[in-house]
């Protein structure tokens, strides 16, 4: 009888613990949509912001920054990402393999932040100014780990015969890889590299000293430039009711997008994860 | 039969794949070297001074490391039980459509960006402890001093609470990746010995899932620690060391978000990535422990015939 | 071949024969995918019965719905009754309870993998009630000795289970099995994973074995059924073709698929 009282009592704690762990992400997403869904229209994706006290007033500037910054980091990530991938998948069953293997384990552990004043470091006190560059640097770092490790899985998955077939047609290897592995490899690979974009898309800690802010348009890589985030940030520490409704609508858009991409992703390949 | 070709492919990707460790070392010199300024005035005294007045240049590391630490254990109080339970149920427990949906929501936790977090912190989650939880907490355990002094949304507790719903979704996914990874041979020996689903949970699935279930527990530390933004808008950065969970504290990834760009003078920078420094040496060593974990489960397992 | 209740062996002939088990009409799937057709099978008292067939035909699933370990695999579901000493055991809500009457071996050794050899043997008894340790170590010892496993571990029994050799390891599960104080133990394919020797040994133990508990086993393996069961049944394609004495199946079968399978014609 108390076996069976244990019983119960293990399916209810079970039960009960996944309900509270599903809550905090239905009123997350229920607070960001009500509250932002009131502040959101036109204006807000195509105008500026405007100082505190005039009506009106948007986040364009942020939301173009936050693309800006997202597709510098994929000039800096991706390369390295793929590249480095195939290079493990194919090349890296030795000592130099390992080494690279671990280096991208314990960048992928660093904290975001951590990598943010590397990147000041290394661009804005050179430049001595913030830059959208030195903003994108930093996340492309980020992304690296991720795209690293999808793209050598993927192609470690290829099997071996598609390569020498492809050999086998008289192809250099080099082509082969790229025309053929790679080819075969990609719909996966891509699967990684959009999950790690939507993940640097929300990214805001790296952004802080980097690419900061500015409260204009702004279209070139070595100035400061706005994002989403870091307005949103900006926005929900102040002290103004109208500039709070500012970042639920920033943020409202800003999960559209990263969890659209995410569950599109995950919608069309369940063998990658998260992260 | 190798053509110039291969060759050049050959070296033009190792040298990306080189660049990694490259970067990683890079990260490190370059931190030392611009806080080399702060670990030769302030020596091993940085780390456990505990004043911070940036306009007096007298510096100590101490309530953020403090911050750090105790703001990640109380995320780990809150989210190991959940995080569990939930692999519990999304492995052992649940053979319905259900669990599949439940699966893909705590995944999404892991999507929601950081500043999001922080905003729901400020206006949903740090009045609801104000005004729910800490009194709640005082009500019953009022006579320990972790749970006294005044009320604030804006505390060590709230950070804790954010902290743990954003290590939630790391804990259950590995956790239920090690859960699956103990054969099923196992439960069935333990079912055909007349075992209910929580002891067979007990005698032949925690056992060999325990490493596995450290490492998930410490990789969710790794995360806890270097979390930035949520935690920066809702723990009151105030440098002080406090009894209460319910008072503000600091972090040392709070202080280099707030201050690194308004940083007063070369020194205070130096400081300031000095802390940036003792993170990164933080989150490294305690995520290299739980992938060893992670790792050596994994292979134990593997190794069976 | 539906009637095959009806050609169980003569009970004249065998006047200590008592019914323990019986299986009527029973249908088991996986999915939409029919793993069973209506099979009919009576098991005697302290009698081995052995089950026998090419792969995939339903033995395994057909044993392990007699202690309903089939219902655990997501999926499976089963209709048709089981009795056991008359009572129907799919209507029965304890399901913990009749698998503590019906034991169960599995093909490959399963010692739990973090447990000492003692605790191996005792996990079983240590769900039914506390039990003081004089007791516990005396029920340890007992099932290890009917296991034929004493001699070989007394000096071992705080060491991992997992480090005992595949035979010992399997003998060490049937000591657990039989811990629990079980009537009728199910084993299915026990010595698959093994080498000759250790075969003989487990064997050997069904000899033993047979002379207090009733014994259904499932084999791959003609000869070992022909060498320990007193009873021999042949599935093929999920259907029970035929159930006879061992020695009739072997020499004399009815069914000619049955003599196609035994002389190697097929399978």
Same mark, same amino acid.
């Given at each position: 009888?108390?076996?069976?009282?244990?019983?119960?009592?293990?399916?209810?704690?079970?039960?009960?613990?996944?309900?509270?762990?599903?809550?905090?992400?239905?009123?997350?997403?229920?607070?960001?949509?009500?509250?932002?869904?009131?502040?959101?229209?036109?204006?807000?994706?195509?105008?500026?912001?405007?100082?505190?006290?005039?009506?009106?007033?948007?986040?364009?500037?942020?939301?173009?920054?936050?693309?800006?910054?997202?597709?510098?980091?994929?000039?800096?990530?991706?390369?390295?990402?793929?590249?480095?991938?195939?290079?493990?998948?194919?090349?890296?069953?030795?000592?130099?393999?390992?080494?690279?293997?671990?280096?991208?384990?314990?960048?992928?552990?660093?904290?975001?932040?951590?990598?943010?004043?590397?990147?000041?470091?290394?661009?804005?006190?050179?430049?001595?100014?913030?830059?959208?560059?030195?903003?994108?640097?930093?996340?492309?770092?980020?992304?690296?780990?991720?795209?690293?490790?999808?793209?050598?899985?993927?192609?470690?998955?290829?099997?071996?015969?598609?390569?020498?077939?492809?050999?086998?047609? +008289?192809?250099?290897?080099?082509?082969?890889?790229?025309?053929?592995?790679?080819?075969?490899?990609?719909?996966?690979?891509?699967?990684?590299?959009?999950?790690?974009?939507?993940?640097?898309?929300?990214?805001?800690?790296?952004?802080?000293?980097?690419?900061?802010?500015?409260?204009?348009?702004?279209?070139?890589?070595?100035?400061?430039?706005?994002?989403?985030?870091?307005?949103?940030?900006?926005?929900?520490?102040?002290?103004?009711?109208?500039?709070?409704?500012?970042?639920?609508?920033?943020?409202?858009?800003?999960?559209?997008?990263?969890?659209?991409?995410?569950?599109?992703?995950?919608?069309?390949?369940?063998?990658?994860?998260?992260? | 039969?190798?053509?110039?070709?291969?060759?050049?492919?050959?070296?033009?990707?190792?040298?990306?794949?080189?660049?990694?460790?490259?970067?990683?070392?890079?990260?490190?010199?370059?931190?030392?070297?611009?806080?080399?300024?702060?670990?030769?005035?302030?020596?091993?005294?940085?780390?456990?001074?505990?004043?911070?007045?940036?306009?007096?240049?007298?510096?100590?590391?101490?309530?953020?490391?403090?911050?750090?630490?105790?703001?990640?254990?109380?995320?780990?109080?809150?989210?190991?039980?959940?995080?569990?339970?939930?692999?519990?149920?999304?492995?052992?427990?649940?053979?319905?459509?259900?669990?599949?949906?439940?699966?893909?929501?705590?995944?999404?936790?892991?999507?929601?960006?950081?500043?999001?977090?922080?905003?729901?912190?400020?206006?949903?989650?740090?009045?609801?402890?104000?005004?729910?939880?800490?009194?709640?907490?005082?009500?019953?355990?009022?006579?320990?001093?972790?749970?006294?002094?005044?009320?604030?949304?804006?505390?060590?507790?709230?950070? +804790?609470?954010?902290?743990?719903?954003?290590?939630?979704?790391?804990?259950?996914?590995?956790?239920?990746?090690?859960?699956?990874?103990?054969?099923?041979?196992?439960?069935?020996?333990?079912?055909?010995?007349?075992?209910?689903?929580?002891?067979?949970?007990?005698?032949?699935?925690?056992?060999?899932?325990?490493? +596995?279930?450290?490492?998930?527990?410490?990789?969710?530390?790794?995360?806890?620690?270097?979390?930035?933004?949520?935690?920066?808008?809702?723990?009151?950065?105030?440098?002080?060391?406090?009894?209460?969970?319910?008072?503000?504290?600091?972090?040392?990834?709070?202080?280099?978000?707030?201050?690194?760009?308004?940083?007063?003078?070369?020194?205070?920078?130096?400081?300031?990535?000095?802390?940036?420094?003792?993170?990164?040496?933080?989150?490294?060593?305690?995520?290299?422990?739980?992938?060893?974990?992670?790792?050596?489960?994994?292979?134990?397992?593997?190794?069976?015939? | 071949?539906?009637?095959?209740?009806?050609?169980?062996?003569?009970?004249?002939?065998?006047?200590?024969?008592?019914?323990?088990?019986?299986?009527?009409?029973?249908?088991?799937?996986?999915?939409?995918?029919?793993?069973?057709?209506?099979?009919?099978?009576?098991?005697?008292?302290?009698?081995?019965?052995?089950?026998?067939?090419?792969?995939?035909?339903?033995?395994?699933?057909?044993?392990?719905?007699?202690?309903?370990?089939?219902?655990?695999?997501? +999926?499976?579901?089963?209709?048709?009754?089981?009795?056991?000493?008359?009572?129907?055991?799919?209507?029965?809500?304890?399901?913990?309870?009749?698998?503590?009457?019906?034991?169960?071996?599995?093909?490959?050794?399963?010692?739990?993998?973090?447990?000492?050899?003692?605790?191996?043997?005792?996990?079983?008894?240590?769900?039914?009630?506390?039990?003081?340790?004089?007791?516990?170590?005396?029920?340890?010892?007992?099932?290890?000795?009917?296991?034929?496993?004493?001699?070989?571990?007394?000096?071992?029994?705080?060491?991992?289970?997992?480090?005992?050799?595949?035979?010992?390891?399997?003998?060490?599960?049937?000591?657990?099995?039989?811990?629990?104080?079980?009537?009728?133990?199910?084993?299915?394919?026990?010595?698959?994973?093994?080498?000759?020797?250790?075969?003989?040994?487990?064997?050997?133990?069904?000899?033993?074995?047979?002379?207090?508990?009733?014994?259904?086993?499932?084999?791959?393996?003609?000869?070992?059924?022909?060498?320990?069961?007193?009873?021999?049944?042949?599935?093929?394609?999920?259907?029970?073709?035929?159930?006879?004495?061992?020695?009739?199946?072997?020499?004399?079968?009815?069914?000619?698929?049955?003599?196609?399978?035994?002389?190697?014609?097929?399978?």
């Amino acid at each position: 009888m108390t076996r069976n009282i244990k019983e119960k009592i293990y399916l209810l704690i079970v039960f009960a613990f996944t309900l509270i762990a599903v809550i905090p992400l239905i009123s997350v997403i229920s607070y960001v949509f009500l509250q932002g869904i009131s502040a959101i229209n036109w204006d807000f994706f195509t105008r500026l912001p405007v100082p505190f006290g005039d009506p009106g007033g948007g986040m364009g500037n942020a939301i173009v920054g936050t693309f800006i910054v997202v597709g510098l980091a994929c000039v800096v990530g991706l390369p390295i990402g793929i590249f480095g991938g195939i290079w493990l998948a194919l090349y890296g069953n030795n000592k130099k393999g390992f080494v690279i293997r671990y280096a991208a384990d314990v960048l992928s552990s660093i904290p975001t932040i951590v990598i943010g004043i590397f990147a000041y470091v290394l661009i804005v006190l050179v430049m001595k100014r913030f830059s959208a560059l030195a903003g994108g640097f930093a996340l492309g770092i980020i992304m690296i780990p991720t795209v690293t490790r999808t793209t050598e899985e993927m192609v470690k998955m290829v099997p071996r015969t598609l390569f020498e077939a492809g050999l086998a047609l +008289g192809l250099p290897e080099w082509k082969v890889i790229m025309r053929i592995i790679f080819r075969t490899a990609w719909s996966g690979i891509f699967t990684g590299i959009m999950l790690s974009v939507a993940r640097i898309t929300g990214e805001t800690a790296p952004l802080l000293f980097t690419a900061f802010n500015s409260m204009y348009w702004n279209f070139a890589v070595d100035q400061p430039t706005a994002t989403m985030t870091v307005q949103i940030y900006n926005y929900a520490i102040s002290p103004f009711a109208q500039w709070h409704a500012k970042a639920w609508a920033g943020s409202l858009t800003l999960m559209f997008i990263v969890l659209g991409v995410t569950l599109l992703v995950r919608k069309f390949s369940r063998r990658v994860h998260y992260g | 039969m190798r053509s110039a070709g291969d060759a050049w492919f050959k070296r033009i990707a190792f040298a990306f794949a080189a660049s990694i460790p490259v970067l990683l070392l890079a990260i490190i010199v370059l931190l030392v070297k611009q806080s080399w300024l702060s670990i030769h005035t302030f020596g091993a005294g940085f780390i456990i001074s505990s004043v911070w007045d940036p306009l007096a240049d007298e510096y100590g590391a101490l309530p953020f490391i403090y911050g750090t630490l105790v703001s990640s254990i109380i995320a780990l109080i809150i989210a190991v039980p959940l995080g569990l339970g939930c692999a519990l149920y999304l492995s052992e427990v649940s053979r319905s459509k259900t669990k599949e949906y439940i699966a893909v929501m705590v995944e999404l936790l892991a999507a929601i960006p950081s500043v999001v977090y922080g905003l729901w912190g400020i206006f949903v989650l740090g009045p609801w402890i104000a005004n729910v939880v800490q009194p709640f907490l005082r009500s019953i355990f009022g006579f320990l001093p972790i749970f006294q002094g005044p009320y604030s949304g804006l505390s060590m507790l709230s950070a +804790g609470v954010i902290l743990a719903i954003m290590v939630l979704p790391t804990i259950t996914a590995i956790s239920r990746e090690v859960f699956n990874s103990v054969p099923n041979y196992l439960r069935e020996s333990a079912l055909a010995l007349g075992a209910t689903k929580w002891e067979t949970v007990k005698i032949a699935v925690l056992g060999p899932a325990r490493s +596995g279930i450290v490492g998930a527990v410490i990789l969710g530390l790794g995360r806890a620690l270097g979390e930035t933004m949520a935690v920066t808008m809702v723990i009151g950065n105030r440098p002080e060391i406090s009894s209460s969970v319910f008072a503000p504290a600091y972090t040392l990834a709070s202080v280099i978000a707030n201050e690194f760009a308004e940083a007063v003078s070369d020194i205070n920078l130096a400081v300031l990535i000095e802390l940036g420094l003792v993170l990164l040496f933080i989150t490294v060593v305690v995520n290299g422990i739980a992938r060893l974990m992670v790792w050596r489960l994994t292979s134990k397992v593997k190794a069976r015939p | 071949m539906d009637d095959t209740l009806l050609k169980a062996p003569d009970p004249v002939s065998c006047s200590d024969l008592s019914e323990r088990m019986s299986a009527h009409k029973v249908n088991a799937w996986f999915y939409e995918k029919q793993a069973l057709h209506g099979i009919s099978m009576k098991i005697y008292d302290k009698k081995v019965s052995a089950i026998i067939g090419p792969s995939g035909c339903g033995k395994s699933t057909f044993i392990r719905c007699l202690n309903r370990m089939h219902e655990t695999v997501p +999926g499976a579901t089963m209709k048709g009754s089981i009795f056991l000493d008359g009572k129907d055991i799919l209507s029965k809500k304890d399901v913990a309870s009749l698998r503590r009457v019906v034991g169960m071996v599995f093909q490959k050794p399963t010692p739990f993998p973090t447990m000492t050899v003692y605790d191996n043997v005792a996990a079983g008894i240590k769900l039914f009630g506390r039990i003081s340790e004089q007791k516990l170590d005396r029920v340890v010892e007992q099932s290890l000795r009917r296991a034929a496993l004493w001699e070989e571990v007394k000096d071992l029994l705080d060491k991992p289970g997992m480090g005992l050799s595949g035979g010992q390891q399997q003998r060490l599960c049937i000591a657990r099995a039989l811990a629990i104080e079980p009537e009728v133990i199910l084993l299915d394919e026990p010595c698959s994973a093994l080498d000759p020797i250790s075969t003989a040994k487990i064997e050997e133990l069904i000899h033993e074995l047979k002379r207090n508990y009733t014994i259904v086993i499932v084999t791959h393996n003609m000869q070992q059924a022909a060498r320990v069961a007193d009873y021999t049944g042949f599935f093929l394609l999920g259907e029970m073709i035929e159930f006879d004495v061992t020695s009739k199946i072997f020499t004399n079968p009815r069914d000619k698929r049955t003599e196609d399978y035994i002389t190697g014609r097929f399978g």
